[in-house]
């Protein structure tokens, strides 16, 4: 069964929804936009993996959004805190150590839930109607590989996956070839796209094509609230960096364009194609080969996404981080 197409994707959908994370200054911007839109996005919890940071930082962050939201309600569940088979990697050189720069890092009141994230994902997949759950992945994809290799009958609960992942026409951005969330760990990448669940990539094809500006920032940050000021921080500290080495005009937000793709399908393009990941050490390792043209003649298992409304992007964006506190 394919992926959804952003064509045949109602922009009115509602997603009973997990978030996968690895918060990360895109990532906790994701969070918060996703997290004003209850009446389209029913937030069951959020699973955190080490990624941008070690796991004991990404899963404070994940509290720390919940917080600035005003939805403590929502449980975070500490995850894998390491790939499955290759060696460690963190992203502190763009996130900063503590995994957000621009905005104060503290202790969030809510304590993380009890329990382990790939028990949890085990757990309510198997519980929850077929296709019902939609999983946004943001980060690493190590919690449902573990889960998949636990339990590969959670994929019947599983209505899609929708990631922030890969790159073929952009390049990479960890290294010439590959993007930083597969490269973490490829072989986790592997083992999602064999599981036969609908899968929808938002790749650097895209997220560097939706691009900050000093007025869209500024928009944030006039909305007079607390959310907006947040965000308009993280993008001043986090933007320059991408946009210095890359030479771009903007800064992408590329993990919050997982939820503007949830909430409003029909601001992005992509087709159906076929994608491997290559698992192999060299200079390929952690590459998304993406048969664009078809050349393979094999099934396609991937929505890949190329193009989105920016503009449409940071509206929606703004609209969403407005009603927040």
Same mark, same amino acid.
């Given at each position: 069964m394919p992926p959804p197409n952003p064509a045949d994707t109602a922009d009115s959908d509602l997603h009973t929804l997990i978030i996968?994370?690895?918060? =990360?200054?895109?990532?906790? @911007? *994701?969070?918060?936009?996703?997290?004003?839109? %209850?009446?389209?996005l029913n937030i069951q919890a959020l699973t955190t993996v080490a990624g941008n940071v070690p796991l004991a930082k990404t899963s404070r962050n994940a509290r720390l959004a919940c917080e600035w939201a005003g939805r403590p309600e929502i449980p975070v569940y500490a995850? *894998?805190?390491?790939?499955l088979k290759r060696t460690p990697i963190y992203a502190a050189n763009i996130h900063g150590r503590e995994g957000l720069t621009g905005v104060d890092v503290y202790e969030p009141a809510a304590p993380l839930a009890e329990g382990h994230a790939v028990?949890? #994902?085990v757990r309510t #997949?198997? =519980?929850? %109607?077929?296709?019902?759950v939609t999983l946004a992945m943001l980060g690493p994809q190590t919690n449902l590989a573990l889960a998949l290799e636990q339990a590969p009958d959670i994929v019947r609960g599983l209505r899609e996956l929708v990631l922030m992942a890969g790159a073929h026409f952009n390049g990479g951005n960890i290294t010439p070839t590959a993007?930083?969330?597969?490269?973490?760990? %490829?072989?986790?990448?592997e083992a999602v796209l064999a599981s036969g669940v609908p899968i929808t990539m938002l790749p650097l094809d895209v997220t560097h094509k939706i691009l900050t500006s000093?007025?869209? @920032?500024a928009r944030l940050r006039n909305l007079g609230n607390r959310a907006g000021a947040i965000v308009a921080d993280i993008l001043d500290a986090y933007a320059p960096q991408e946009m210095k080495h890359y030479d771009? %005009?903007? =800064?992408?937000?590329?993990?919050?364009?997982?939820?503007?793709? #949830? #909430?409003?399908?029909?601001?992005?393009?992509g087709r /159906? @194609? /076929?994608?491997?990941?290559?698992?192999?050490?060299?200079? =390929?390792?952690?590459?998304?080969?993406?048969?664009w043209y078809g050349s393979l003649h094999r099934p396609a298992n991937v929505n890949w996404i190329v193009d989105g409304d920016a503009q449409g992007f940071f509206d929606l964006l703004t609209e969403h981080i407005a009603r927040l506190p």
């Open positions: 996968d994370t690895d918060p =990360g200054a895109d990532d906790v @911007i *994701a969070l918060l936009f996703a997290m004003a839109a %209850p009446e389209r995850g *894998a805190q390491r790939p028990d949890y #994902l #997949l198997r =519980g929850a %109607p077929e296709k019902s993007e930083f969330n597969v490269f973490a760990d %490829p072989h986790a990448a000093d007025e869209r @920032i771009m %005009p903007g =800064g992408p937000v590329h993990d919050a364009t997982v939820t503007a793709y #949830l #909430l409003q399908p029909s601001l992005f393009r /159906h @194609i /076929h994608v491997e990941i290559d698992s192999r050490e060299g200079m =390929g390792f952690g590459q998304t080969a993406a048969d």
